[in-house]
Every structure is written in C-alpha cells, then in structure tokens.
C-alpha cells in the first residue's frame, strides 16, 4: 500500500509549535487505526543534537537505540505512545556526511556533485526508506526552522519535488503560522501568516492546510481572510489556539474537520475509524488538567533551568505522575549556580535533581542534595543528580575529605565517581557517550524493586562517568543502599537511604520512557512521596 506524506512546515518564527502540530496529526491517524510515524528535519550543521547546549536548543532526547535528538522526538513518543528510532532525526550535516563519503568512493561516476539533485535526492531517500522499512500507512514529516531560512531551503525543495514524484493524492502539506492580537488594536492580524504562506509558495510549495497559532480561537472573519490571501480554503484554515494541555489539540484539530478533509484529500473517503481509541486518549488528556486542588510543589535544582525546554521531558514526566494521581504538579527551576540559601528548598514538598555534566554549578547540586538528605524532604536524583547524591553521602556521613567526581576535579583524593574504562581512550566529544537502553538488575528487598515490581528493567543512559565500586562497601555500611546495576554488575545504577522518606538517585534517565497515562514508576512514586504531608 502507498504510503501517504504529511510535510509540516513553519513560518513567521520558531516555537510556535510545529512539533504539537505534528503529533496531534499523528495522534488522530493512529486513533483511526492507521499505521503512522514522524520524522523531524533539523536544518543545522550539527551532526545530531548530542553536543548542543540545552539552553541553546532545548533537551537532548535519548532515543532507546542511542540517538542523540531533537526534543520534538520526544513529543512524537509522547503522543503516539510509541518508540522513535535515531533515524527519524534527519540533520543536514547527516545528509552531506552520507553525499560526501559516497563522492570520495567515486560513487557518482565523475559527476559533479550539487545541491540538486544529490544533496535532495539523499533527503528523499532517507524519508522514502522509512517509510518502506516500516510500512506506514502515514509519515509525517515536520521541517525544523522557518521558511526563509537559507539551511532549510534544500530540505524544502527535498519535500517539493516529492509532491511531484509522488503525486498530489500522497502528499500533503501542512504549513504552520502565526495570527497575534495586539492588545492596543483587540484584532487578529492576518498580515504574518500571509507573508508566511507567499514565502512557501514562491518556493514553488502551496499549503493545504494552515495551522494558525492563536491566543484565542480564530474568528470566522479572520479565516476567511487568510484564506482569501493564500489560496487555502477557509474550512482548512484551521486554529491552534492557546489550551491548558498540548494533549488537547487533537481534539480541537478533529473539531474542525481535520480528518474529513485529510481523507479526503488523499482519496481515502469513508476511511475515517471513529474507534473506541477515542474515549482511551480523551481519558488520559483530560487527566493531565483539573487538579488545581491538589498541588504539588518541587523543586527542580539544576544547570539549565533558564529554558524550561532544557528539561521538557522531566516535566512531563513528573505531570504524567501527577495525573495518574490526581494531584496538579507546580515545578520552581532554581539555579544550582546561583542558590546560597538552601533553606528556600524547606518549603517544597519534594526536590528533583535532573541530568547534566561538568563543574559550573556542581557544589550548589552536592548541597542541595545533602539538604534533602539531612531535612528528609523527597528527594530524587537523575544521572547528574544521581552522582552528586552519592559525592554528597560520601563527603558528609563517609567524612570522605575531598570526595568529588573526576569530571568536575579530575586530581581529587576520593573520587566517588569516576570515568567509565572505555572513555578513557576516547577524544570526541559527539555520540561517545553510554548511550540508548541498557538492561539492568535490580536487588530484591529494596525500595526500588518495591517501585518497579521486576527485577530487570531496561532504560535509557546518557553518560560518560560512574560510581566507583571501591567506596560502596563504605556506603552500604553506613545506610546508603546501591539497588541496582548493570552489565554484570560493573556499573550502579540506582541508590537508596531506606530509612529515609523517599531518597532515590537513578544513573539511568527515566524521563525518557513515561508517557501521558503511563507515567515511569519512580516519577510515580516521587510524587507520591512528595503528596504524602508530614
């Protein structure tokens, strides 16, 4: 069966929600029992996302086969409840590194190697293989960047030619814009998505349907006027206003007739599944808001906390919880740089150390997470925050002089944690680190068995440095319990103080794996904790 194409494109700015779009899209063709999958285009020149700072461009996702993407990755997983494999990130540098090694091994037969057709020809095969592979019934591509950008215009072109190859009845797109209201003037103005939509079209791509971001639902009037300026007709002018949870824009998209209109367009009448999916997904979007009565408050302690996108998928993660347990989940980011009074962290009802790596801001972290430890606050430690647990148990109940992590002070005399073995040899900084899902076992008897219910579990890893055996014995005889591990057991992958309230570190990132109405079981039991009065 033909696969059918969905290319969403951006326009007027960033972050007006590209990805939400492309998810919700997704989501509706899966609830209508189609097989479908997405694929993001990030036009810059790094080869993937693993050597970005956060808050530069938002989270590093981790995919399970070890892909170092962009965070829309996360998103697609989110909605569609479904893993995403690394291949589904398409750079440029990916495109021209694949160009350029086939020109080296004279693979063009002396031609002359050019943007059109070979640098094109590479994107569409990489869409094109996808799709093969995995037999969808729907891809939906969604290109990074907004049109007018010169490192998008390849891709663009990429995705214009394949409207041509592939037909009109296969491909569709989709082109995302934005209509302000000004508060002087009270009006939706029209005059961005307009230009918006001429810049696509004289690239030679015409929209088939807008989705307009909005602080409130677009008026009639105003859908017909942008319809009248970019040759789109009203009833797919549609509105991507402002919603308490991204998880509900589906349903404002299946509101005004997306499906009718997409099955339409690719011939497919009579196709739309109106299945019992339906009543599942409006279930878990309508858990993620209305618990205004039952807060929860954390403390998110970390590097990155300037972008809230830094940390996209912790804050989901620990929303998931909170749905799943009725309680709405109030995040403070704090910067672990800039905290000198740490009594601010006792009116919190739990605290939460996310990912990250090198010195600025370490020694804020350690305090932090001997606070907890010391106050019996909830507290729970992600990678980083899972090192810097144990350096803070080792330097404040071991009295270990110096104890520290040789990537923040490589000559220090107790280095709790150190460098893995294999990194040791190992000079590049990109797609180096221990990456993707690991299996790892965990001890019967502890608390994190009592949370996860198994005794193996595979999660995602993103690190290069680990706890350092020699000291566990140390730790273990003074109530700080190494519960789990890995690879036979040379490397720990979760810690535990038992006679605390609920103090767990976790070298693994579980953030990765909890999805809307199934939240990840230690972000689960987090928040319980953290719900639980004292």
Not at 163 to 191: C, Y
Not at 262 to 270: C, R
Not at 275 to 285: E, H, L, P, V
Request: hydrophobic share 35%; net charge neutral.
């Amino acid at each position: 069966m033909q696969t059918k194409f969905i290319f969403v494109t951006g326009g007027v700015m960033s972050g007006l929600g590209k990805g939400v779009t492309t998810s919700s899209i997704a989501k509706l063709l899966q609830l209508a029992d189609q097989k479908v999958s997405c694929v993001k285009i990030d036009p810059y020149l790094n080869y993937d996302a693993g050597t970005m700072n956060p808050v530069a461009h938002g989270e590093v996702f981790v995919t399970e086969d070890g892909g170092e993407c962009d965070m829309d990755i996360g998103n697609y997983e989110r909605f569609l409840n479904q893993n995403i494999p690394k291949s589904h990130n398409i750079t440029t540098a990916q495109v021209y590194s694949t160009v350029i090694e086939a020109e080296r091994k004279g693979e063009y037969l002396g031609a002359c190697v050019q943007i059109i057709p070979h640098i094109t020809d590479e994107i569409k095969n990489r869409i094109r293989k996808i799709a093969k592979e995995e037999k969808l019934d729907f891809l939906i591509v969604e290109c990074g960047g907004t049109v007018g950008d010169i490192e998008s215009l390849p891709f663009l072109e990429a995705l214009r030619q394949m409207r041509v190859e592939e037909g009109p009845q296969n491909v569709i797109f989709v082109h995302v814009t934005l209509a302000p209201s000004l508060d002087v003037v009270g009006e939706q103005k029209t005059k961005p998505t307009q230009h918006s939509a001429q810049e696509l079209r004289r690239i030679g791509i015409q929209p088939d349907f807008l989705a307009v971001r909005c602080s409130t639902p677009l008026e009639e009037s105003t859908k017909k006027k942008i319809a009248l300026f970019t040759n789109v007709t009203a009833n797919d002018v549609l509105s991507c206003h402002d919603v308490k949870s991204i998880f509900q824009v589906p349903q404002i998209l299946y509101d005004q007739g997306i499906m009718d209109s997409l099955f339409t367009k690719f011939g497919k009448v009579g196709m739309v599944n109106a299945s019992a999916n339906w009543d599942k997904w409006n279930t878990i979007a309508e858990s993620m808001i209305n618990h205004e009565d039952q807060k929860v408050r954390i403390a998110m302690v970390g590097k990155y906390v300037t972008l809230a996108d830094s940390y996209v998928s912790v804050n989901h993660a620990l929303k998931h919880a909170g749905a799943k347990l009725g309680k709405s989940i109030i995040i403070d980011w704090i910067d672990s740089e800039s905290i000198s009074d740490y009594s601010i962290l006792s009116k919190y009802d739990g605290i939460l150390v996310p990912g990250g790596f090198g010195v600025r801001g370490a020694e804020g972290i350690i305090k932090t997470a001997n606070y907890a430890r010391e106050k019996n606050i909830p507290y729970l430690g992600i990678c980083f925050g899972f090192q810097l647990a144990a350096i803070a148990f080792g330097r404040n109940v071991l009295k270990l002089d110096d104890a520290n992590s040789t990537e923040i002070k490589p000559e220090t005399k107790n280095p709790v944690v150190d460098l893995l073995p294999e990194q040791k040899t190992i000079s590049d900084m990109g797609g180096s680190l221990r990456l993707g899902a690991n299996d790892i076992e965990i001890k019967p008897n502890t608390i994190s068995h009592k949370i996860y219910n198994a005794e193996r579990i595979s999660k995602r890893h993103r690190h290069r440095y680990e706890i350092n055996k020699k000291y566990i014995p140390e730790f273990e005889k003074n109530g700080l319990i190494f519960s789990a591990e890995s690879d036979n057991g040379k490397r720990m992958e979760m810690l535990e103080i038992p006679s605390h309230k609920f103090y767990i570190g976790v070298q693994f990132h579980p953030e990765f794996n909890s999805r809307p109405g199934y939240p990840e079981q230690v972000f689960e039991a987090f928040v319980k904790a953290s719900s639980q009065k004292q």
